[in-house]
T-cell receptor
Framework: DGGITQSPKYLFRKEGQNVTLSCEQNLNHDAMYWYRQDPGQGLRLIYYSQIVNDFQKGDIAEGYSVSREKKESFPLTVTSAQKNPTAFYLC??????????????FGPGTRLLVL | AQSVSQHNHHVILSEAASLELGCNYSYGGTVNLFWYVQYPGQHLQLLLKYFSGDPLVKGIKGFEAEFIKSKFSFNLRKPSVQWSDTAEYFCAAYNQGGKLIFGQGTELSVKP
């Protein structure tokens, strides 16, 4: 059953703590993305990766970091430098990247809450 | 900056009413447009997309959208909504840098 999985579904962060959100895909897609969803603001791009061992900052990368060591996996770390991390985080993938006719497919999301 | 705007933040309709959700994008030239839907507790999923050709695009679940280049618009329509259409709807477009830009989203509530 192909698709994108994200874990955990809910994540709680304490002050000063780094937390990592998992994203895995078995669609054999080259490109992967992380978005942040806030009420009334739509989705905003945090980071994206076109290929293994390469990634680029999106529009709101400050306070976040990523890695892309495997084609299937694109974890996102929310660092203590991110002052307003409470949001719904969505991972997506597409066959390629920076190609304006690619459909992006989304995972179920992780809701991050600050204690 | 290139942007996508959805003017309706929350729409409330009764079942069988007709739906039209507005979407405008800010830039000219070639544009590729999408409507995504997020049902409660489910993944964001593609409703329909427009790349070229017939400006009236049909998607899943009876939805359609019309691309009007002169108005920079890509409005979503459905002739008769059902309670199961209750969801949040997002319009999106690729900018010239190859990034997918989303509108703010429209929450649709359908009363049974």
């Amino acid at each position: 059953d192909g698709g994108i999985t994200q874990s955990p579904k809910y994540l709680f962060r304490k002050e000063g703590q780094n937390v990592t959100l998992s994203c895995e895909q078995n669609l054999n897609h080259d490109a992967m993305y992380w978005y942040r969803q806030d009420p009334g603001q739509g989705l905003r791009l945090i980071y994206y990766s076109q290929i293994v061992n390469d990634f680029q900052k999106g529009d709101i990368a400050e306070g976040y970091s990523v890695s892309r060591e495997k084609k299937e996996s694109f974890p996102l770390t929310v660092t203590s430098a991110q002052k307003n991390p409470t949001a719904f985080y969505l991972c997506a993938s597409s066959i390629g990247a920076l190609a304006t006719q690619e459909t992006q497919y989304f995972g179920p999301g992780t809701r991050l809450l600050v204690l | 900056a290139q942007s996508v705007s959805q003017h309706n933040h929350h729409v409330i309709l009764s079942e069988a009413a007709s739906l039209e959700l507005g979407c405008n994008y800010s830039y000219g030239g070639t544009v590729n447009l999408f409507w995504y839907v997020q049902y409660p507790g489910q993944h964001l999923q593609l409703l329909l997309k427009y790349f070229s050709g017939d400006p009236l695009v049909k998607g899943i679940k009876g939805f359609e959208a019309e691309f009007i280049k002169s108005k920079f618009s890509f409005n979503l329509r459905k002739p008769s909504v059902q309670w199961s259409d209750t969801a949040e709807y997002f319009c999106a477009a690729y900018n010239q840098g190859g990034k997918l830009i989303f509108g703010q989203g429209t929450e649709l509530s359908v009363k049974p």
